[in-house]
């Protein structure tokens, strides 16, 4: 099968180091076409970089779709436009947060999320209350990293991770972590490790969810929000994503 992951922001050194998450994750069979956009921010640190971030995105998703993707997975844990993409896409569609948080919520009671960013919180906990998940969650804490200080191994970096892992455990009485960041792909087994419990890499999840879906035979259902869009003219720079 052929799975598409699109890292919906610029940078091609974490588009590579998503890439070879998926890879080391995926079935043998399973080929992994890792993408990113060539229009949009270089790191999706809140709700404003997210927004510029979709169209670009959405490009890419269609692109796949023509190269015969099979599934789609959105390496984004903001889970940045996947209703969106749900909605034009004829291959499923997964986001890296929801694969994470439905993993960590299958070994564990009670799991918390470690995240870079304070302003990554809310949107985090949104889309909690929307999957149905939010009182599985024991907290969502925000190591103070930016995205783009995981591109390479960073010591500092690994260590406020560690130390948010900590106080989420003895504070909140998580029993599972999920990593909060596509960045934090390559981090997943040496916290584990550490800590002594299951931490969950959202890339890791959503192909193995993906490659569920594909060898199931299912797909994203057109009966209510995700029913093709309906044709109309888009102007501007959105001429291109016309239905």
């Known amino acids: 099968m052929r799975l598409h992951v699109v890292n919906p922001n610029t940078t091609t050194t974490m588009t590579a180091k998503i890439a070879a998450a998926a890879r080391a994750i995926a079935l043998p069979d399973t080929v992994i076409d890792a993408r990113q956009p060539a229009m949009g921010p270089v790191s999706i640190e809140g709700f404003y970089d997210e927004a510029f971030a979709v169209p670009g995105m959405l490009g890419c998703i269609r692109e796949a779709d023509r190269d015969g993707a099979d599934a789609h997975i959105i390496a984004c844990f903001d889970d ?7 909605a034009i896409a004829k291959a499923p569609v997964i ?5 994470g948080f439905h993993v960590a919520s299958l070994v564990a009671a009670r799991f918390a999320v470690v995240t870079t960013l304070g302003v990554s919180i809310v949107p985090i906990e949104h889309n909690l209350r929307k999957y149905g998940l939010a009182e599985r969650c024991a907290c969502v ?4 990293v930016p995205v783009l ?3 390479d191994r960073n010591t500092e970096a690994l260590g406020k991770i560690s130390t948010e ?16 960041c596509a960045g934090m792909a390559d981090l997943a087994a040496e916290l584990a490790g550490t800590h002594g419990l299951p931490v969950v890499d959202g890339v890791a999840a959503a192909v193995t969810l993906a490659e569920g879906l594909v060898r199931l035979g299912l797909s994203t259902s057109r009966l ?3 029913a093709a869009p309906r044709a109309k003219t888009y102007s501007g720079p959105f001429a291109p994503f016309q239905p």
């Open 165 to 180: 892992i900590t106080a989420a455990i003895r504070g909140g009485r998580a029993e599972a972590i999920v990593l909060g």
């Open 141 to 144: 804490r925000a190591a103070e």
């Open 95 to 99: 986001g890296i947060g929801e694969a």
């Open 80 to 86: 940045t436009g996947l209703d969106a993409a749900r």
């Open 149 to 151: 200080a995981l591109e």
């Open 224 to 226: 209510g929000p995700y």
